[in-house]
């Protein structure tokens, strides 16, 4: 299917509980097609799921930012990275990438994520605690999606949470659409710098945080570098609160939406991350990382991808593929969704993944254990959304109990 001015990236998502008719049209249509994105660039979408894993677990596509074709969703993506000194892991290919995720997976390891666990749960609590002694109607955004992650993302990092509020700012400017590209990439420019002055810290004064575990690990090996060691504070600290922070909204409007759904958990907590995974997979938040431009030409669906062309794998409608997961539209927690690609799939699959699933896992069970008669104050399909921001989370949650 040849690009058109009506298929254009990215689109917005208005309601959580459907997705937008252009990813049904193009997922029902053609394995691949091309569309418009910002820049005025073509590239291709990969819209099913089969296409979407076999595009993410071959080399031949690579995540290079810097190559001239890589498909930015956002305008001004290609302009950010005139103010990096390095690549992020994100966007390295092997080998480059796999020596680098080495050097950083064992702080995401099960054992060590397990080992997190009765902090976490402190957090939530004390959260929860800090909801129900306030007034009502609260906002369940502000009291407990973003707080959860951004303290955790904070604790396991090194990062003063009194800069939370500077940090966040920051991160919603890169990724809110109708942010311009010069304040991109002002946003990007000062989170960098404060970042800079944190590492610089740690530098003389090691402490026992990621960063700072990483800094002493590296110089004995005779690989520290002050700013990859940047440049990896930045990828954890942006992808660390932003994404679980719209998941735990999502999730809990999911559960508020679907009670006889929400009793499956609250009768057998076992089944909670098998929950979990349902509502990832339905709710789907980040599609901006599973961009990537062919090496050299590859058929995939049996259509030929171009060396040099861009590549956009559609996370959100590849997990909705009937195909793969029969009515997807309905939301059903024992389905056992494990297969979706909320994640990601193949080499750059989600170094945090484990995190999440443990912060999502806790605050449902704690939420709705704590908070038995929470009432979501709006019916979902008038939510206040973030209609222009590329991850899909909400401004607001009024909620009462």
Same mark, same amino acid.
């Given at each position: 299917m040849t690009a058109t001015e009506e298929l254009h990236m990215p689109v917005a998502r208005t309601c959580p509980f459907s997705q937008p008719e252009q990813y049904v049209r193009m997922r029902e249509e053609s394995a691949l097609t091309r569309v418009r994105i910002p820049g005025g660039k073509e590239a291709w979408v990969a819209s099913r799921h089969e296409e979407a894993r076999q595009i993410l677990g071959d080399r031949r596509f690579s995540s290079d930012r810097f190559l001239p074709n890589f498909p930015f969703l956002a305008e001004g993506g290609a302009a950010i990275l005139t103010n990096t000194k390095q690549k992020a892991m994100i966007g390295m290919d092997a080998p480059e990438h796999g020596e680098a995720r080495r050097a950083v997976?064992?702080?995401?390891?099960?054992?060590?994520?397990?080992?997190?666990?009765?902090?976490?749960?402190?957090?939530?609590?004390?959260?929860?605690?800090?909801?129900?002694?306030?007034?009502?109607? &609260?906002? #369940?955004? +502000?009291? !407990? /999606?973003?707080? *959860?992650?951004?303290?955790?993302?904070?604790?396991?990092?090194?990062?003063?949470?009194?800069?939370?509020?500077?940090?966040?700012e920051r991160t919603m400017a890169l990724i809110r659409r109708?942010?311009?590209?010069?304040?991109?990439?002002?946003?990007? &420019?000062? #989170?960098? +710098?404060? !970042? /800079?002055?944190? *590492?610089?810290?740690?530098?003389?004064?090691?402490?026992?945080?990621?960063?700072?575990?990483q800094i002493v690990k590296r110089r004995e090996e005779g690989t520290y570098d002050h700013d990859a060691m940047i440049g990896l504070a930045f990828l954890l600290?942006?992808?660390?609160?932003?994404?679980?922070?719209?998941?735990?909204?999502l999730g809990t409007i999911g559960l508020l939406e679907n009670p006889g759904q929400r009793a499956t958990i609250e009768a057998d907590p076992g089944k909670t991350l098998l929950a979990v995974e349902e509502l990832l997979r339905y709710f789907t938040i980040v599609e901006g990382a599973t961009a990537r431009v062919a090496t050299e030409d590859v058929e995939i669906g049996g259509v030929t991808i171009k060396a040099g062309e861009g590549v956009l794998v559609l996370g959100y409608a590849a997990n909705w593929d009937p195909e793969v997961f029969e009515?997807?539209?309905?939301?059903?927690l024992e389905r056992g969704a494990r297969h979706h690609v909320a994640f990601g799939f193949g080499p750059h699959q989600c170094l945090g993944q484990n995190l999440a699933r443990m912060e999502l896992q806790i605050v449902f069970d704690t939420l709705f254990r704590r908070v038995p008669t929470l009432t979501c104050m709006l019916p979902a399909d008038?939510?206040?959304?973030?209609k222009d921001a590329t991850i899909f989370g909400l401004y607001q949650l009024p909620v009462t109990w």
């Open positions: 997976l064992g702080e995401f390891t099960v054992k060590r994520v397990e080992a997190m666990r009765p902090r976490i749960q402190e957090i939530v609590d004390g959260l929860i605690d800090e909801l129900l002694a306030g007034p009502k109607p &609260a906002d #369940l955004v +502000e009291k !407990l /999606s973003l707080p *959860v992650p951004s303290l955790v993302i904070c604790e396991l990092l090194g990062v003063p949470y009194t800069d939370h509020d500077y940090f966040q109708s942010t311009s590209v010069e304040d991109r990439i002002k946003a990007s &420019a000062e #989170l960098r +710098e404060y !970042l /800079s002055g944190l *590492v610089a810290a740690k530098e003389k004064a090691p402490s026992d945080d990621l960063l700072g575990r600290l942006v992808a660390g609160h932003e994404t679980t922070a719209n998941m735990i909204s009515s997807p539209e309905k939301l059903d008038e939510l206040p959304v973030k």
